[in-house]
């Protein structure tokens, strides 16, 4: 018969190898899907995004970028990964009190609230009852996190940010939950500058042990991330992140994205990126790579990262601008 202790090895071993992580720390954390990242932009350009953050996506990464944004924006986005595992996530983005200019032709806020929720499924994974290659039917598994973001700008310069989270997992009959937070720095060393240069750094995934057996659970994989970002024209941004989880070894990321006006309101945007957080995969991996458009009221973005021999994952995302 199976045993919880089969039931949440199999979970850790599905959304270990989602994530790229289990072949370096196997069973070191819960909650893996929690490092799946967010927007198609973002996911274009490696995940490098701590120090950028402009967008409603933002409270994933770096959560004090909130007050970036012009206006409120609600934004949606798909990856579909490999084996039949997809992953969702919803985030909407609301600043209030403007307060400035923090660069030029962009509204600063003082405030912003968030609201995310971040979706894993599994299904029709084979049931095994003993030694036997014939499945006894199938079951499902889904992980999800429940978010809530607050971002303060203190002034022109420093903005911070903090999430709380509500973390939930079912595999079959069994579930497990877990609180977290997220804590985010975000400071501008040039705020009045047409070519502006921000510094970053967030924790990730602070929380309680999570797992399906009270007397066998796991730390959530607390991520520590540092970045700069600069742009040194309005055509061309780059991201340059320092992380590191704690089930995993110290890893850099970097994404740039160049942007050119093809019409009066359609941008084009393409993306590139690495990151050596998946450098022990086997085949392609590390790299990634993207393309948007964007719009005076909304932006399509697309991503691609391959994940060697796991197969590639597909990212898209659709922001809407109120």
């Known amino acids: 018969m199976r045993t919880p202790k089969t039931t949440a090895a199999l ?8 994530t790229g992580a289990f072949a370096a720390a196997s069973g070191t954390s819960g909650a893996q899907f929690l490092k799946l990242g967010a927007g198609a932009r973002a ?5 490098a995004f701590t120090a950028l953050a402009d967008d409603a996506f933002a409270a994933y990464y770096n959560p004090a970028g909130l ?26 983005a609301f600043p209030f009190s403007a307060s400035g200019v923090a660069r030029a032709g962009e509204a600063r806020h003082r405030h912003a609230f968030g609201g995310a929720i971040y979706y894993l499924g599994v299904g029709d ?12 039917g199938t079951f499902n598994s889904a992980d999800a996190a429940y978010a809530l973001s607050y ?34 720095a975000l400071y501008r060393l040039n705020p009045e500058s047409e070519r502006p240069v921000t510094a970053g750094a967030a924790i990730r995934h602070i929380g309680s042990r999570i797992g399906y057996v009270s007397t066998q659970t796991d730390p959530l ?30 890893f ?32 392609l991996n590390g790299v990634s790579a993207g ?18 021999t796991l197969g590639d994952a597909f990212r898209f995302s659709l922001l809407i601008k109120f």
């Open 11 to 18: 979970s850790c071993l599905l959304l270990g190898a989602a």
């Open 43 to 47: 996911g274009a350009m490696a995940d």
């Open 67 to 92: 007050v970036q944004l012009a206006r409120p924006q609600l934004g949606g986005a798909h990856s579909a990964l490999f084996q039949g595992v997809s992953y969702q996530s919803l985030n909407f």
């Open 125 to 136: 994974i084979e049931r095994r009852t003993g030694d036997s290659t014939t499945p006894a």
């Open 151 to 184: 971002a303060y700008a203190a002034n022109s310069r420093l903005s911070l940010g903090v999430t709380g989270k509500y973390i939930s997992q079912t595999l079959d009959t069994y579930s497990a939950n877990a609180f977290a937070a997220d804590l985010g």
């Open 221 to 250: 994989p607390t991520t520590y991330v540092v970045g700069l970002a600069a742009a040194p024209s309005r055509a061309f941004v780059a991201d340059l992140d320092l992380g590191k989880p704690r089930d995993g070894s110290l």
């Open 252 to 283: 850099v990321a970097l994404g740039a994205q160049a942007r050119k006006s093809l019409t009066e309101n359609v941008t084009g945007a393409f993306r590139f990126g690495y990151t050596s957080a998946r450098k022990d995969n086997e085949g």
């Open 291 to 308: 393309a948007g458009l964007s719009f005076p009221k909304a932006s399509f973005d697309f991503a691609w990262t391959p994940f060697g």
